[in-house]
């Protein structure tokens, strides 16, 4: 059996084409594109506005939805901030943490988005304590992606230390970090290899290396080889901090970035995430090994972290993602702007990314970042993920339709989606979510939980 939707306008190869069917087949792909039909056929579903393939969000900490107006609240840095959330995480259990990134995961649905990057560090019972079962809270974000109706690369993190030390050879974790750890790389490897999705194929898994602040050095070429056997995505964060810049220069004589390419992190599969505060030759360590980099601009200004060489790390071959990292906004139309305007303000030009190229890194190059490289396009073969934004709200009403795709980054936001298809079947139909239908209260609910 196959269904079809029918585009007023749709992207296709970075262009606005007008009168787009798409047909889906039976195990959720797209059999035909099909250009040039003016009208829905008998039995097509008409979608109103502008289709593009579905968004990627390549970088995501689900329980820092809980943070949300509260840490916005006075002043403070990176590490003031990183108190309220330990102190967040405390509180969560396998059925809290299910119950919050659940409604979550169904925001960011509303939002447009068919796939997160869940950078996954909340592994234990508080201090440290294990489960039952060992990938209690995995699973648990695994079945509430599930119930949001988006799918999910688990990239589970190693953790393992508080901060570097001055020799390298990492500080042992305090204790609200004790849930974050397994104590050693090769027993992070053990529990993560035991982790077995039960949400079909939805779900896909992955590794990180939290930070070279959580991953001594002797640690990390355990992580990154375990990954390399598995062919998954590796994820890791990188240079938020000048701190971490520091700190990593007094004990190893080198930036993160040169010890992460000396114990084999760095490559194809890699992605750095923030990679805000590099040198020249970082730079060139990380497009010289294709190393992906995401970039989360509404945290990172949120934080006070800076801008990051974005365009450079382009030009030295690294490929551009985008992240809601910790959810302080959901949207990802934002985040494309945020990447061009942020760039504008620091160097004074524009133009620094085309539309067509915004989009790419919100759809195709994020879903390449969480190993989906058969999503991120509206081809045939391609999974049947797209969204549909509204060219006739308030923000996005006026422009010609072949522009659709500069008043999608520039002017929509997250409230403009209409239409969220994921495996080609609607998760978000006009504007309200099939599976959760008080999306706004599921939130309320789940944070109000959390509260002391």
């Known amino acids: 059996m196959t269904d079809t939707y029918w585009c007023e306008y749709a992207w296709l190869n970075g262009t606005v084409e007008p009168g787009v069917a798409l047909d889906v087949t039976g195990d959720g792909r797209l059999g035909a594109v099909r250009t040039g039909v003016p009208a829905p056929q008998p039995g097509a579903e008409p979608l109103r ?31 003031t901030w990183r108190e309220v959330m330990y102190d967040t995480a405390s509180r ?9 990134a659940r409604a979550a995961y169904a925001e960011m649905a509303l939002a447009g988005i068919t796939c997160v990057g869940e950078f996954h560090y909340l592994h234990h019972a508080p201090g440290g304590e294990r489960y039952a079962d060992p990938n209690a809270m995995g699973h648990a974000l695994a079945a509430a992606a599930g119930e949001a109706g988006i799918r999910l690369t688990l990239l589970d993190a190693a953790y393992l230390a508080s901060g570097i030390g001055d020799r390298g050879r990492g500080e042992p974790p305090t204790r609200p970090q004790l849930r974050f750890s397994d104590g050693t790389a090769d027993a992070w490897a053990e529990r993560a290899a035991s982790f077995k999705p039960e949400h079909g194929d939805r779900v896909r898994a992955g590794a990180a290396v939290h930070s070279v602040r959580a991953v001594p050095a002797r640690e990390l070429r ?17 240079s938020e901090q000048t701190a971490e810049n520091d700190a990593c220069e007094r004990a190893h004589r080198m930036t993160p970035a040169q010890l992460l390419a000396e114990h084999g992190v760095l490559g194809p599969r890699t992605t750095a995430v923030h990679a805000t505060h ?52 959901v949207d990802l139309f934002e985040e494309a702007r945020a990447l061009e305007l942020n760039e504008r303000l620091r160097s004074r030009t524009r133009g620094h990314w085309t539309s067509a190229q915004l989009l790419r890194a919100a759809t195709e190059h ?18 049947a993920d797209f969204t549909t934004v509204a060219l006739d709200s308030v923000r996005t009403a006026g422009p010609l339709p072949r522009l659709a795709a500069e008043a999608a980054v520039f002017a929509a936001g997250a409230a403009d989606v209409r239409h969220t298809v994921v495996a080609g079947r609607h998760v978000v139909r006009d504007g309200a979510h099939t599976a959760v239908p008080d999306v706004p209260g599921a939130l309320s609910a789940a944070i109000t939980e959390l509260r002391p």
């Open 92 to 100: 969560l259990t396998p059925d809290s943490y299910f119950a919050l």
């Open 222 to 238: 355990t992580v990154a080889e375990w990954a390399a056997e598995r062919r998954v995505p590796l994820h890791v964060h990188l």
């Open 278 to 329: 590099l040198t020249d030759a970082d730079v060139g360590r990380l497009g010289g090994s294709r190393t992906g980099v995401c970039m989360c601009p509404t945290t990172e200004r949120d934080l006070a972290d800076g801008i990051g060489p974005a365009p450079a790390l382009q030009r030295a071959g690294s490929t551009l993602s985008l992240g809601s990292d910790s959810h302080a906004v």
């Open 49 to 79: 506005g502008f289709t593009l393939p579905g968004l990627a969000n390549a970088h995501s900490h689900a329980f820092h939805r809980a943070l949300r107006g509260t840490v916005q609240v006075g002043s403070g840095t990176f590490w």
């Open 366 to 383: 994020g879903h390449a970042a969480l190993g989906w490289p058969e999503a991120g396009r509206l081809e045939r073969g391609a999974l």
